[in-house]
């Protein structure tokens, strides 16, 4: 799937490649879409621990691999018109930071400001479209066994034709009851708060806020993945945020 390699280049803090002791191939892309470009187009790629590599050796070991895990952040959509967390808000919510509003205490003290915010995001991402990254990977997909685990809510991954997508953080076009705990999708143009259809309750946006705890068989899905993965691709994320930031050094472990 990746173009024919380009002459040598210089590829400055755009991938990584690493190996472990048990030959894990990591290769980390944080910026998304255009690196992802230019790493499919054969710069070289460096790791502070290990020599440069160069991209036909990735691409080789990328065709060779039997198990692929993937894990993507917020760069990979942001070429789509997403906003990441770290970027400043705009407009009437530039006086809000997203972690302050991203919480079950600020649920709880303005549901109504909460979901507002969560309504504004929705749309944004109904109306982005998947760009070239998330193409890639559902390509891939359908030649290898390839798990994808996302942090991001925004859904681009499946409508990019993604079908192995494990949501770390929920995804931001459901969502669940407060009271019963069904999900149900939103509609276009919904009045926040949604009603539950199944008893009538409030629901709430059905996502991962700060201070709660990622889904369990979500987890271990992707803990698996990657203690069991040939090559792992990390595209898009700071790898700050736990426990997600620890997959990565899960693949390079021995087994």
């Known amino acids: 799937m990746f173009p ?4 040598d280049r210089t590829l400055n803090r755009a991938a990584s490649v690493a190996w472990s002791k048990r030959t894990c191939n990591i290769l980390q892309v944080p910026y998304g879409i255009t690196h992802l470009r230019q790493l499919a187009d054969g ?13 036909e050796i990735a691409q080789e070991k990328i065709r060779s691999a039997r198990a692929i895990a993937v894990l993507t952040g917020a760069g990979i959509s942001a070429e ?3 906003p990441t967390f770290r970027d400043a808000q705009t407009g009437y919510w530039a006086r809000f930071s997203a972690h302050e509003l991203a919480s ?15 309504a504004e995001r929705f749309a944004t991402c109904s109306s982005a479209e998947p760009n070239a990254a998330h193409t890639a990977l559902a390509q891939l997909e359908q030649t290898k066994h390839l798990t994808l685990v996302t942090q991001n809510v ?40 949604p ?6 309750s409030r629901m709430r946006p059905n996502v991962v806020w700060f201070g709660e705890m990622l889904p369990r068989h979500t987890l271990e899905a992707a803990w698996q993945a990657f203690e069991a993965c040939d090559v792992a691709l990390v595209i898009g994320t700071s790898s700050v945020v736990e426990p997600a930031a620890s997959l990565g050094r899960v693949a390079r472990e021995p087994i």
């Open 4 to 7: 024919r390699p380009m002459k």
């Open 80 to 82: 789509s018109g997403i």
């Open 195 to 200: 009603t539950c259809k199944k008893c009538g």
């Open 43 to 55: 710069f070289l790629v460096s790791n502070p621990y290990t020599a440069p590599m160069n991209l």
């Open 104 to 118: 079950p205490q600020a649920y709880a003290q303005d549901p109504k400001l909460v979901w507002d915010w969560y």
């Open 154 to 193: 925004d859904r681009l991954h499946q409508r990019a034709g993604s079908n192995n997508v494990l949501e770390l953080h929920g995804n931001i076009v459901t969502a669940r009851c407060e009271a019963c705990h069904a999900i149900q999708d939103l509609e276009p143009k919904f009045t926040p708060p």
